[in-house]
């Protein structure tokens, strides 16, 4: 897992290099890139969504489009549309911008259900169909998709089909004031953003992306997954619990997240911090407890303080 880890370190500095500070959230959106799952940053305006996008398209030399939600966007402004050629007699396809390799959906709480219905297929499926014709994304394929968890006039609450098709949610939060005045000092003359180049191609992302694969799970890393999971759906506070799809994401993160450390096995840490990120945003809270202000990060925090974390070995035998 040495050429993994010293790959992504290539990135991770480059990418640093605009997003300050906030070396925790650029490494979950890499793991999510190497699991060829899509990130939802739950945040304020300012902070650096859209840079973090931008910065990771640039390093990896990808496509990048960004998507303005709106209450007026229609799916064909996501997807494509067909349009009738006079000259050839047969309708054409234009793609819209969801056919890029890294794709911003920005505030995509602002379009409405039908809209943001567009991307299921293709965050599930990586593909898009218009018109009876399914046309397939190329590899690879990201969604950030961002949202502001403040405003909530003009805004359509994610639906849980679609929030469990995030890979993860995080939040950059502010920056510390030394942080911020390095902010500051950075962007006196131009923006970094400006300056970073290229530093792996996408045939590398690509074996990246294969590699993790071969990460080993001991069977009592898989247990301890799925009853973390499973704890979260007989949680009191909760009506309904993480999906399997949360099982797997769970267990696709830790394989990343072992191999940027250099290991070629997960250790019950590995799923202890990834818990939070990959589960939280799939939980419902009962309206009872939404009373009492409970929050699904704190149920997570209670889940890992209660199930039993295993002593088994996690390398193999042999």
Known sequence: ????????????????????????????????????????????????????????????????KRIQFTPDMLPSDVTGVSIYDQSTGRFEFRPGPVMANIVLTDEINRATPKTQSALLEAMEEHQVTVDGVTHPLGKPFLILATQNP????????LPEAQLDRFLMRISLGYP????????????????????????????????????????????????????????TRRHPDVYLGSSPRGSLALYRTCQARSALLERDYVIPDDVKALAQPCL???????????????????????VLQTVEVPGAPVKREG
């Open 1 to 64: 897992m040495d050429s993994v880890q010293v790959t992504a370190q290539k990135i991770t500095d480059n990418v640093e290099k605009v997003i300050i500070g906030k070396h925790e959230e650029v490494r979950l959106t890499l793991i999510a890139l190497l699991c060829q799952g899509h990130t939802l940053i739950d945040d304020v305006p300012g902070v650096g969504k859209t840079m973090l996008a931008k910065s990771i398209a640039r390093s990896l030399g990808c496509t990048f």
């Open 150 to 157: 403040i405003e909530y006039e003009g805004t359509f609450p």
């Open 176 to 231: 510390s004031p030394a942080d911020e005045i390095r902010i500051l000092e950075a962007q006196q003359y131009v923006h970094p953003i400006e300056t970073i180049e290229q530093v792996i191609d996408t045939g590398e992302l690509l074996d990246m992306q294969e590699q993790i694969k071969d990460v080993y799970v001991h069977d009592a890393i898989k247990e301890y997954i799925v009853a973390l999971v499973g704890a």
């Open 280 to 302: 939280a945003h799939r939980l419902i809270v009962n309206p009872s407890a939404r009373i009492k202000e409970v929050d699904p990060r704190t149920v997570i925090k209670e």
